[in-house]
Structure formats: structure tokens, C-alpha cells
């Protein structure tokens, strides 16, 4: 049985401040759908944060396919961004992006100190994140003349399902939302009436 949920956070964490030995570091996080935001959230914190050092960060994106990306921005390779994934991986989210911010405080940490205080503020940004659950879902668009619209309808209501798109024209189009582990069955209940066309 395939997993049809996943975790992620619906809006930005409250800014997170951890301090080792004079270095602080902000931490955030961000939901995002596309590569485009994570670009777009680092450069409104580098206008915020104009003279830190550092913007290190992890996001993920996905729920079947996953892409990530951890990067150490300058800091000693795999003591930041890899430390800032471990945690989006631990608290299993996805399509999210956590970004710490760090200016240094004149004592180098080394790269232990290092792993430690960027896993720790970014597990606290996910703690301070509202994280909620989501189904992952597939889209089914029928087709079907006025006639046979209601044995459409009929399924819709029996299951519960979401219309997110309708037109109604000479013909009916409906694009309806289901989730992935009703799918298979649904489509094949769609596919079995008849003058009826259903595609995903």
C-alpha cells in the first residue's frame, strides 16, 4: 500500500535565534512549491540580514519524486546544509525550505560546533513550524454529454470527491480530485460507465 500523505508547513516559522560563543544564528522556515521560491526567500533574508556571513541552507521537494538540495554557503564542507537536511529528513516534511542565517562572533566553533548549531536551530525552526499533514492527491478530468452527467455526479457524491474545475459548454468537463490510495478504484468506476471519457 503506497503512502498518500505527507508532512509539510503551510506558512513561514517564526524567526529562530541560536547563540554559540558570540556567533547567532536565525533560522527559518519556508513552505515552497519550486525551486524559483527558495531563490526568492534567500534574497529577501539577504536584504534582512545584509551584513551576516553565512545563508546556509537545506529544502526538499516532492512527495513521490523527491529532489533536495543542502548547501554549506562558505562554511566547512557538509557542517551546515547537510546538518540543516538531516533535520527536514527527521521531521519528515517536504516542500520546505530551511534557511539559517549566520553572523560570526569572532570564535571559530570548529566544524563539531558547527554541525551542532546548525542541526539545533534548524530542528528549532521546524519546532517553532505549524507542521501539518497533507494527502497526496491525482487529478481525473471526465468527460460526458448533459445526459449522462448525473452517473458522473453520482460516484462524485457516493465518494466524497473534490470537483476543481467544471465546464459546462456543449458537453460536460469535470476535473476532479482524488486521493492517490481511492485512485485505482475510482478510476476504474469512472472507466465503467458508459459515454463516458475519463483521462488523468
Known sequence: MEKDVYKTILKPSEEVLYKDRNSKFFSYAFPISSTDDVKIHIDTLKKQHHTAGHFCYAYQLGTETI???????????????????????????????????????????????????????????????????????????????YDHLNKVMRVIKEKNLKIINQEMHLNCKLTIEVRLKDFDLIFRQLKSLHNITVKI
Do not use: W
Open 67 to 145: 529532489t533536495y538540495r543542502a548547501n554549506d554557503d562558505g562554511e566547512p564542507n557538509n557542517s551546515a546544509g547537510m546538518p540543516i537536511y538531516g533535520q527536514i529528513q527527521s521531521f519528515e516534511v517536504t516542500n520546505i525550505l530551511i534557511v539559517v542565517v549566520r553572523y560570526f562572533g569572532g570564535t571559530k566553533l570548529g566544524v563539531g560546533g558547527l554541525i551542532n548549531a546548525y542541526k539545533t536551530t534548524a530542528q528549532m525552526a521546524l519546532e517553532a513550524s505549524n507542521i501539518k499533514e497533507k494527502t497526496i492527491n491525482k487529478h481525473i478530468q471526465v468527460s460526458c454529454s
